[in-house]
């Protein structure tokens, strides 16, 4: 069958189990038609087909319980009516509501302010212990500027309604495990990237409040640094890389390992005694960028209950927890063929090659569509990421263009006013020119009222002088009479000796005259030039 016919079937990775079916069954027609020389082993006798179909059913089967209900791996088939991919028993929310394909489930994409989670609609069940196996890529472009992270969540309530989105992508309170793969110093100043666990018994306890967690070195918060984000700019990359978590509770211990997928070797996180859990949990995977961007894709996850493995040593479970989760991607290897005929071993060969040939172009157009999804993914969030830039840039134009219409209405406004204030600036500009004009014929009269005032002034200063002289004149001649007659009096007296005291008195009365005379005139004097520049 080929990768069409499996996929219209919906049958997805259950291709490998039913290939081994079908291929026990074909070697068993295969011995039933033939004759029995030609299938018989060197050591004894024994029909062929049982051996090869026990080896495949012993290859098949699993030796830890997978939880159907809260686990899902690629490729996602299911649609709903909407024609979406949706993940069976699980709930999208946030941006991986739009973000679900075939190859994984996108939970944030490579631009700023995004969350995104999905969560389980059913619980764990009875079981007490149990393992849970996590393949996750956390990717961007970014070389520095990294997302906040993803979170997996084990809580007694499903946070698929819960809000407001705080923590990582989930709700802001939680009863359980958290487990927060740290990418961004905005929480964890230590070094990054980092795995770090963290346990709320109370309901009422916020994600916000229990992460980043306080620096106690008594009781410091479990957990380890491991590389498990990838650099998209490196010429190494491809939708191969990922990372896988395994989380494995018993004997109320939680051992987390972490991986990369080019490593061969498991990073043994850490070991932590966390009490009796209670049963009946949910499962949850969320992540954020904040004001960062990255892409954070789920690619599976695996429950497993452990209830038959409660004997097993530790290592034991692990071991079987890991076959059992590789068993779900791994091509099954048929064991070597002895003592068959080479004609028929030479067939079977060519059914193998033929079956592995197709395997292998079934992986290349997987790998190929895988990464096709990637790319096309990266390039939608670009193009929304530039349609949100252009249509904010856009927005932010229309409203600059708004406001510089405003202004311009303003400015047209405020130039009207100015012109108004300039017409009148005119107006009375020729009023002044008017006023000036009357102020200079104003002056010019001034000037000839001066004129004529000095004439005036000139012909009264004549008239005082030509008055003063003659009063004066008259004045003296009467003087000069008055002392004549003194004199002549005087002269009278000496006579009779008594002439010496009234000449004396007549003198000083002259003299009194003649001051008095002469500050009248200057005071006169005064006045006229005093009276002539006030007007």
Known sequence: ????????????????????????????????????????????????????????????????????????????????????????????????????????????????????????????????????????????????????????????????????????????????????????????????????????????????????????????????????RYDENRHDFSVANHTMAVIVYRNNVVKVGLRNSAASEFNQCFEQQVGKLPTELFLGVSASCGDRSDNHDILSLNFFDLADHKNDDDDVVWKAVLAAESALAVRPVLPPLVGVDSDVLEEVDRIIRNTHTMMQIDDSLDHLQHDFEHQILDFQDSLKYSIHTLEETGYKASKQIDANAMKIRQLQNSLGVELNKTDEMFIKQSELEEMDRQLEASIKKLWATERKFEQRLTALESEIDKRYHERFSTLVEYLAKAVEEKVEEIQDAEELHAWKMPFAAVVLIIIGLCVWTVRQYQAFMRRSYLSYYEA
Not at 32 to 47: E, G, K, T, W
Not at 108 to 124: A, N, P, Q, R
Not at 158 to 171: C, E, K, V
Request: include cysteine.
């Open 1 to 228: 069958s080929t990768q069409s016919t499996w996929e219209k079937k919906g049958l997805g990775k259950k291709r490998e189990l039913l290939l081994c079916l079908s291929l026990s069954l074909s070697l068993s027609l295969l011995s039933f038609f033939l004759p029995s020389h030609h299938f018989r082993m060197r050591s004894q006798h024994c029909p062929l087909w049982v051996f090869v179909v026990l080896a495949l059913v012993s290859l098949c089967v699993v030796a830890v319980k997978r939880a159907e209900n809260l686990s899902f791996s690629p490729p996602f088939l299911e649609t709903d009516l909407s024609g979406k991919r949706v993940i069976p028993n699980y709930t999208l929310r946030g941006e991986a509501l739009s973000e679900s394909f075939k190859n994984f489930v996108r939970l944030t994409g490579d631009h700023e302010d995004t969350k995104g989670g999905i969560w389980s609609l059913d619980d764990t069940g009875p079981a007490a212990e149990w393992a849970l196996v996590l393949r996750f890529r956390a990717s961007g472009r970014l070389r520095w500027k990294h997302g906040d992270g993803l979170a997996l969540w084990i809580t007694r309530k499903s946070q698929r309604f819960a809000l407001p989105i705080t923590a990582f992508g989930a709700g802001s309170a939680f009863e359980g495990l958290g487990f927060f793969f740290d990418t961004s110093r905005t929480h964890y100043r230590g070094r990054l990237p980092r795995l770090t666990m963290l346990q709320s018994k109370d309901e009422a306890s916020s994600a916000a409040s229990v992460y980043p967690p306080t620096r106690d070195s008594e009781n410091p918060a479990p957990g380890c640094y491991h590389a498990f």
